[in-house]
C-alpha cells in the first residue's frame, strides 16, 4: 500500500489560514484519486474533500465549500488542503487517504486502504 505521511497542521487563530500536505511514498500516486478527512475529539472521522487522480474534479463536505481547497501535484507525489477562514469547528487530526474515486471517497470507500498515518493536528482558537 501507499504510505502517507501528513503535515502542515497547528495552532490558528479563527479566521486565519493553513495550508496542508500529504507526501505519498509510492510512485503509483498518481493513479489513485485522494482524499482529505479530520476526526474531532469525541467524533467519527468524516470526509473533507477529494480530488480526482489528474486534479479535473473535486468534491467539498458543505462546511469547508468556499473556504478549503484540495490540490494535487502528481510530479511530486503530493496532495495540499489550502484552508482559509477557519473557525473553531474546524479543529481536528486531519488525514489523507487514497480511493477508487473522488466521489466514492465523499462516502468514506477508501477501498482496500487501511494504512492510515499519524495525520497532523489543526486547532483553531476562537
Known amino acids: 500500500q501507499v504510505q502517507l505521511v501528513e503535515s502542515g497542521g497547528g495552532l490558528v487563530q479563527a479566521g486565519g489560514s493553513l495550508r496542508l500536505s500529504c507526501a505519498a511514498s509510492?510512485?503509483?500516486?498518481?493513479?489513485?484519486?485522494m482524499g482529505w478527512f479530520r476526526q474531532a475529539p469525541g467524533k467519527e472521522r468524516e470526509f473533507v474533500a477529494s480530488?480526482?487522480?489528474?486534479?479535473?474534479?473535486?468534491y467539498y463536505t458543505d462546511s469547508v465549500k468556499g473556504r478549503f481547497s484540495i490540490s494535487r501535484d502528481n510530479a511530486k507525489n503530493t496532495l495540499y488542503l489550502q484552508m482559509n477562514s477557519l473557525n473553531p469547528e474546524d479543529t481536528a487530526v486531519y488525514y489523507c487517504?487514497?480511493?477508487?474515486?473522488?466521489?466514492?471517497?465523499?462516502?468514506?470507500?477508501?477501498?482496500?486502504?487501511?494504512?492510515w498515518g499519524q495525520g497532523t493536528l489543526v486547532t483553531v482558537s476562537s
Open positions: 487517504a487514497p480511493g477508487p474515486g473522488a466521489y466514492a471517497l465523499r462516502s468514506g470507500d477508501t477501498g482496500d486502504f487501511d494504512a
Open positions: 509510492s510512485g503509483t500516486f498518481s493513479n489513485y484519486a
Open positions: 480530488i480526482n487522480w489528474i486534479g479535473s474534479r473535486t
